[in-house]
């Protein structure tokens, strides 16, 4: 277990409010560099949470619960989201290997 800088593993100062609202509670990124370790502790506006899971799967696995942790209604308003987040042309791949980051805010 390890203190993190939150902009290890969160990407944007939008994704870090949305934390830090609680309106994402997980996050999924592409499976070539791991951000974090299971356990590992990181700040947002004061508030501290812990990674609580990391799993290693593919796009196709995503679901729309899935898609609501990371701060969309649906898996259809996720992808067209990531389309959007990735404007150098990004294509959903359901074999694409990603890694997704599960964490919970401290009590």
């Known amino acids: ?7 290890d593993l969160l990407p944007n100062e939008r994704v870090m409010d949305a934390v830090a609202d609680g309106e994402i509670t997980q996050l999924t990124r592409g499976a070539g560099t791991r951000y974090a370790e299971e356990g590992d502790r990181f700040a947002v506006d004061g508030d501290r949470f812990t990674v609580v899971e990391i799993e290693e799967r593919t796009l196709g696995e995503m679901t729309d619960a899935d898609a609501e942790r990371e701060g969309s209604p649906s898996l259809s308003a996720y992808k067209a989201r990531m389309k959007r987040a990735h404007p150098s042309g990004f294509e959903w791949n359901d074999d694409a290997d990603v890694l997704t980051y599960r964490f919970e805010r401290d009590d």
């Open 1 to 7: 277990m390890a203190e993190i800088d939150a902009g």
